[in-house]
C-alpha cells in the first residue's frame, strides 16, 4: 500500500533564503510523484510531478524536487524563499499498479518571515 | 480550458440534517471524479472516486454516499450529518483513460460546519 510523510507541520524560513519541506513515500514498484500547494480557504494547486529521468524536477513558481530513489525521499526546494510562497505544502503519490488515486501527506505548513 | 465548480464555498448545518454538496467540470469529457476531505490540522483523505457515470468507488466507509448522475457532475451526501463530519472538502478531477501521471485540478472547496 501507498503512503506518505511530511515529518514536519510546520517550516519558517526567512525571505531570500532557502527553503525545503521533506517527504519521504513509500509504494510498490515504482513511485509516481506529486507536490501540491494549497492557500488559505482555497483547492490544491498542481506544483511539480516526477515519473521517470531526471531526479530534479522544476516546477511552478520557481519550485523544483529531488527524488532520492535510497532514501525514498522527494523533497521540495527553492533557492530563495518569497513571503507569497507561504501556504500548506502536500505532497503526494501514486504507485504503478494501476490504482486511481493519490495519497497525500499530512501537510507542511511553511511560513516566510519578512 | 477545463474549469470545476465546486458550491457553496461555507455550510453550516446542525447534527442529523442532511447533506448535498455539489460539483461540475466543464472543458473536458469522461472525467475521473474525486472526493476529498482535509480534517482540520489533517492531510486530505480520499473518500470517494468515479471513472464514470453510476461507478462510484468509496476508499472509506463513513456517513457520507457519492453519486454521479451525469457524465460532469459529481455529488456528495448524507442522511444525517454526524460532528465528525465537519471538514473542509474538495472536489477534484483528472483526465479519463491517461497515465498515472496525470494530475488532479481541485475544486476551491466547501468548508462544513457541522454544529
Known amino acids: 500500500a501507498q503512503s506518505v510523510a511530511q515529518p514536519e507541520d510546520q517550516v519558517n524560513v526567512a525571505e531570500g533564503n532557502p527553503l525545503t519541506v521533506k517527504c519521504t513515500y513509500s509504494?510498490?514498484?515504482?513511485?509516481?510523484l506529486f507536490w501540491y500547494v494549497q492557500y488559505p480557504n482555497r483547492g490544491l494547486q498542481f506544483l511539480l510531478k516526477y515519473i521517470t529521468g531526471d531526479n530534479l524536477v522544476k516546477g511552478s513558481y520557481g519550485f523544483e524536487a529531488e527524488f532520492n530513489k535510497s532514501q525514498t525521499s522527494f523533497h521540495l526546494k527553492k533557492p530563495s524563499a518569497l513571503v507569497s510562497d507561504s501556504a500548506l505544502y502536500f505532497c503526494?503519490?501514486?504507485?504503478?499498479?494501476?490504482?486511481?488515486?493519490?495519497?497525500f501527506g499530512t501537510g507542511t505548513r511553511l511560513t516566510v518571515i519578512p | 480550458s477545463q474549469t470545476i465548480h465546486q458550491w457553496p464555498a461555507t455550510l453550516v448545518q446542525p447534527v442529523g440534517s442532511p447533506l448535498s454538496l455539489e460539483c461540475t467540470v466543464e472543458?473536458?469529457?469522461?472525467?475521473?471524479l474525486y472526493w476529498y476531505r482535509q480534517a482540520a490540522g489533517r492531510g486530505l483523505q480520499l473518500l470517494f472516486y468515479s471513472i464514470g457515470i453510476d461507478q462510484i468507488s468509496s476508499e472509506v466507509p463513513q456517513n457520507l454516499s457519492a453519486s454521479r448522475p451525469q457524465d460532469r457532475q459529481f455529488i456528495l451526501s448524507s442522511k444525517k450529518l454526524l460532528l465528525s463530519d465537519s471538514g473542509f472538502y474538495l472536489c477534484?478531477?483528472?483526465?479519463?483513460?491517461?497515465?498515472?501521471?496525470?494530475?488532479?485540478?481541485f475544486g476551491s472547496g466547501t468548508q462544513l460546519s457541522v454544529l
Open positions: 477534484a478531477w483528472s483526465a479519463l483513460g491517461q497515465s498515472l501521471s496525470e494530475k488532479l485540478f
Open positions: 503526494a503519490v501514486r504507485d504503478g499498479t494501476g490504482a486511481n488515486n493519490l495519497f
Open positions: 509504494v510498490s514498484g515504482n513511485p509516481y
Open positions: 472543458g473536458t469529457s469522461n472525467p475521473n
